[in-house]
């Protein structure tokens, strides 16, 4: 069964497909359990997952210096050149990989790097990257 997971407030009702395990995310989710919009399920909808965008929910990373401190949600989206782009709502960094797995991966080396980065000049940034840094210390355990 494929399921199908709608939210417009933060995708403009844009369909997208994911598994059984991030549909129970999304439904438990603290901010979208009590929406309306969030999913539907159906058999008819038989879309190969490379042609139209996707979702999944990242519980755990593959880097030895970090932990998640709560689910990541990611979306993918193939280019034109066949490839998946990764990317996340909030953070200004994507990740690209011929597999969707390939593409998260390229994500999070991404993600640390900003984090890093950021933290690293910490007394010289803006309001706005302040911010980011907040955000991804929120999300990121550094062991």
């Known amino acids: 069964m494929t399921t199908l997971a709608i939210h417009p407030e933060q995708y403009q009702k844009t369909q997208f497909i994911v598994n059984e395990r991030t549909l129970h995310a999304l439904q438990t989710h603290p901010q ?3 929406s309306p ?3 539907a399920q159906s058999q008819k909808y038989r ?3 490379q042609q139209h965008k996707s979702i999944s929910m990242l519980y755990q990373i593959n880097v030895p210096e970090y932990q998640l ?8 989206e193939p280019d034109e050149d066949g490839e998946i782009i990764a990317s996340s709502s909030g953070f200004p960094v994507y990740g690209v990989g011929d597999t969707e797995q390939g593409a998260a991966d390229d994500f999070v080396g991404m993600l640390i790097d900003l984090f890093e980065e950021l933290k690293g000049s910490e007394p010289l940034l803006s309001s706005a990257l302040l ?3 907040r955000n991804l210390k929120s999300m990121l355990i550094a062991l």
Request: charged share 20%.
């Open 32 to 34: 979208l359990a009590r």
């Open 37 to 39: 919009y969030v999913v």
């Open 47 to 49: 879309i190969h997952p």
């Open 69 to 76: 401190r709560y689910p990541l949600m990611i979306e993918f």
């Open 131 to 133: 911010r980011q840094l």
